[in-house]
């Protein structure tokens, strides 16, 4: 399964580095599924490409690439239906992006315009949505789209003036005879005591007891305020038909121009992807991967979270030479050898040039895989509950198994480690053989079983160990792992090798010790594997 597969290779280290400007390329990222169509992903690397020539001219105008992402990022959604009348918002978000489209055509090349397809929408709607001095990326209706419109706004704030008027007249009486007035408030709290008689306060207030000591008061509304108040609720309505009629007027070109909206997404979307992937492969020194009809060939792939690790550790980091043709390979090699890190390695280029985006080897040539399939450790086992841990191995291999028909990549990292090793290597061999005659998968298969069988079609390979020549089994400067951990990544040669079916060679014992195992364990246990020999 893919979610396996990215989990296990650590390719969200890459991803989450990949960072798109707009909400159509953030969802596209989100969506995103492995390219399966060749065409599809030399398109998608030949964008990549093409905006890669303008961050080198950009090198030197730093501003205007600043400007760029500052357009993608302004540019909104926008209703993707069409609407017999679009709301005040919608016509909003279609204004906003077209200010920003235009923006972001203005500061690109012709050259790359043409490439992305990035094309002014026509009929003028910048003017029409601009109507009435509005600045480029609000939106209202402004009185200037219909003159009647205009009067009855210009009535509604007679209308509030009045209104105005007549509460400043009645808070400048209240204030006149009791030293308080309501100033756009509801109610007042008063002491009963300052109103006096409450009867002569009765044409002016509406009182009622609030307790012993105060009366809540109210303005009291004349037949001028009624007036005013109904005047106003029918300028209201009035008003709000009018910008009915105003917005259906000015959503009906809209609408013609939603198909060259959404088109123009697209072509942004493409763009802003673009960018997004030239940016990370000048930032993570990634190169254009090469597709191809034969063999696997990886030149200095670079798994970038080991290469991280190894660089908090300050440990050397080798990237992975190698090649890996159809059918199956078994890979030897002792822990710490780095059997893992070549099939993470694997995996991690190809879920990263199938993204569409380019990777971090010197050269990596790959064909497109349909399935992507790990077997090991990692995965949850939730929906597995009362399996042990071979049985749950057994579990993915049967998902896995069904797809090696078709173009498949399949990582099996210590696959069966957990039975005898007698049956571990019958297992092994029985998968190897059946994967030998579908040329169709590649998959790769990390183990210690020694006693799996040489088998045509099969490759064997391991991973080079210790170097024996300058072995240094003293101990290293002081004693905390990482400074164990330094010393044996210095004496390990981590590179494939052809694996000689007779050849014996371990590592374990010798990795023991310089992990801290007392020399005299150390010693016994090798006199037990000469003992075996």
């Known amino acids: 399964m893919i979610d396996d597969v990215r989990s296990y290779s650590g390719f969200d280290a890459l991803w989450q580095r990949f960072l798109p400007e707009t909400p159509f390329g953030r969802a596209a990222k989100e969506r995103a599924v492995p390219i399966t169509e060749e065409p599809a992903l030399e398109a998608a690397w030949d964008r990549t490409d093409a905006v890669l020539g303008l961050l080198e001219e950009l090198d030197a105008d730093r501003v205007r690439l600043d400007r ?21 918002v919608e016509l909003f978000q279609l204004k906003k992006f077209l200010f920003n489209h235009g923006s972001l055509l203005s500061l690109l090349p012709d050259s790359l315009k043409e490439f992305f397809c990035l094309r002014e929408i026509p009929g003028g709607l910048g003017e029409l949505l601009g109507t009435g001095r509005q600045g480029d990326e609000s939106f209202h209706v402004a009185d200037a789209y219909d003159p009647e419109l205009a009067v009855v706004r210009q009535a509604l704030r007679d209308n509030e003036a009045a209104a105005r008027a007549l509460r400043d007249r009645s808070d400048h009486a209240l204030r006149e005879r009791w030293g308080f007035a309501f100033e756009g408030r509801a109610f007042l709290l008063v002491p009963r005591d300052r109103l006096g008689d409450p009867s002569s306060a009765a044409a002016l207030l509406d009182l009622e007891p609030w307790d012993a000591a105060q009366l809540c008061v109210r303005p009291r509304t004349g037949a001028e305020a009624l007036r005013l108040a109904e005047e106003k609720t029918a300028l209201l309505s009035r008003e709000r038909g009018l910008e009915a009629r105003v917005l259906s007027a000015i959503s009906a070109p809209l609408r013609e121009a939603l198909p060259a909206f959404l088109e123009q997404a697209r072509a942004v979307e493409a763009f802003d992807l673009a960018l997004a992937g030239a940016r990370l ?3 993570a020194r990634l190169t254009r991967p ?5 063999e696997i060939r990886i030149e200095r792939g670079r798994h970038l979270p080991t290469e991280t690790l190894c ?5 050397p ?6 090649t890996f043709g159809a059918g199956p390979t078994v890979l030897f090699g002792s822990n710490m050898g780095g059997k893992t890190v070549v099939l993470k390695t694997l995996a991690f280029l190809q879920l990263a040039a199938q993204s569409g985006l380019f990777v971090p080897a010197a050269l990596f040539a790959t064909r497109v ?24 191995e057994i579990r993915q291999f049967n998902e896995a198994h069904a797809d090696f028909g078709g173009a498949t990549l ?8 957990t039975t005898s090793s007698g049956e571990a290597e019958a297992l092994l061999s029985a998968i190897l053989e059946d994967l030998a005659a579908r040329r169709g998968a590649v ?26 020549t300058r072995l240094d089994l003293a101990a290293p400067e002081g004693e905390e792992l990482s400074d164990r951990i330094r010393h044996i990544d210095r004496q390990m040669r981590f590179c494939l090798e052809p694996d000689a079916p007779r050849e014996r060679r371990s590592d374990a014992v010798t990795v023991a010790r310089l992990l801290g195992l007392p020399p005299a364990l150390a010693r016994r246990a090798e006199e037990f594997i000469h003992e075996e020999d």
């Open 410 to 417: 399949a990582l099996f990292d210590e696959f069966a480690r």
């Open 68 to 88: 760029i992402a500052h357009h993608l990022r302004r540019l909104p959604r926008f209703p993707e239906e069409p609407r017999d009348t679009f709301d005040e």
């Open 443 to 468: 998959a790769l298969f990390s183990t210690h079983f020694r006693g799996v069988r040489r088998l045509p079609g099969v490759r064997y390979l391991r991973m080079g160990g210790l170097d024996r």
């Open 317 to 322: 980091y080798t990237p992975l030479d190698a």
């Open 311 to 315: 660089e908090s550790l300050g440990t």
């Open 369 to 392: 895989f349909r399935n992507f399939h790990y077997v090991g450790e990692g995965r949850s086992r939730e929906e597995g509950r009362g399996l042990s841990g071979f049985g749950f």
């Open 290 to 294: 090469v597709l191809v009809e034969g």
């Open 281 to 283: 492969a000048r930032e």
